[in-house]
């Protein structure tokens, strides 16, 4: 997939709106992991700075906190058996969920952590601040670089003219896609 950096960097936070689940991925090339995360936000718009929230328990949980890093990862729908697999198989029992779902590792320019390959975007995030909600946190994290399909994120916009269709998690095994957009008219 042709990706280009988005520029300005202040745009970033438009990767994540209409709030679409991502996959984080975590690690260091030697053991990494991928979660799927619905509960994610952009925080700030320059510097940009994105929020997702973790179970403490979770697998990755410690790889982030320990690293400080982690890529986020925007799928189209026609990845939503892999978003689903990684969602319903912890990294303790699977060595290297980007094989077992079919995903290929993306070099990051910046962080440690691979980014997917397949990916419609990827935000490379270094966490700065963590609030402990008890059994989860909510991860503040400054975007440092991120990457966007040139067919369908121009000038800062995502571009639903060529066919994208960005996946929504509704619970379980359920799923919706936005495909389209629509203008309103201002009052007035």
């Known amino acids: ?11 970033a936070y438009r990767l994540l709106n209409p709030g679409s689940v ?33 179970g403490k328990r979770h697998f990755s949980y410690p790889l982030i ?4 890093e982690f890529g986020l990862n925007v799928l ?4 939503v058996d892999a978003v689903l697999g990684c969602g ?9 969920k980007f094989a077992r779902f079919g995903l290929t590792r993306e070099k990051a320019g910046i962080i440690r952590p691979p980014l997917v390959e397949e990916a419609v975007a990827s935000l490379e995030c270094r966490v700065c601040q963590v609030v402990d909600l008890g059994s989860s946190a909510i991860l503040v994290a400054q975007v440092v670089r991120a990457l966007a399909s040139t067919e369908h994120f121009r000038e800062g916009q995502w571009r ?13 095994s359920r799923f919706c896609v936005t495909v389209s957009e629509i203008t309103g008219r201002k009052p007035g």
């Open 1 to 11: 997939m042709n990706k280009a950096e988005v520029k300005p960097l202040s745009s």
């Open 160 to 172: 639903f003219d060529s066919g994208l269709e960005l996946l929504h998690h509704l619970s379980g």
């Open 65 to 68: 906190v320990e690293r400080g």
């Open 22 to 54: 991502v996959l984080v991925s975590v690690g260091d090339g030697t053991r990494d992991n991928l979660f799927p995360v619905t509960w994610n936000t952009p925080v700030r718009q320059d510097p940009p700075m994105v929020a997702i929230v973790s």
């Open 88 to 96: 319903s198989t912890s990294g303790r029992d699977v060595e290297d």
């Open 76 to 79: 189209q729908a026609s990845l």
